[in-house]
């Protein structure tokens, strides 16, 4: 493997495990408001608005670095180009697939 490919490999490593922590923010936002909401019923505390807004906050830290990505050929923002798109699987300047 040449320095490239081993750079551009460590990247997309990089990568999926910015995406991993999206999902595992996103997926336990849900187990958070659940967890909030029966707290409510049981012991009569309002915590629901707290628990989104601090589920929102940490969902939206989470994914900067995610939406921040620079695409390990053109080393422009993988998601970020002449058109916003967040849900690509192709670099928006140089067409690099997402994992290539």
């Known amino acids: 493997m040449t320095r490239e490919s081993h750079a551009r490999a460590r990247a997309w490593r990089s990568a999926r495990a910015r995406l991993r922590l999206v999902v595992v923010v996103g997926v336990s936002g849900i187990v958070v408001v ?3 909401g029966m ?3 049981i012991w009569n505390v309002n915590v629901g608005n707290g628990a989104l807004l601090g589920w929102g906050v940490a969902f939206f830290v989470a994914n900067m670095p995610l939406a921040l ?3 390990p ?5 993988f998601f970020y180009g002449p058109r916003f798109s967040g849900i690509t699987d192709r670099c928006l300047h140089c067409g690099l697939r997402w994992g290539e």
Not at 73 to 77: I, V
């Open 39 to 41: 707290l409510e019923g």
């Open 73 to 77: 050929r053109c080393g422009e923002r």
């Open 69 to 71: 990505l620079r695409c």
């Open 34 to 36: 659940f967890g909030a």
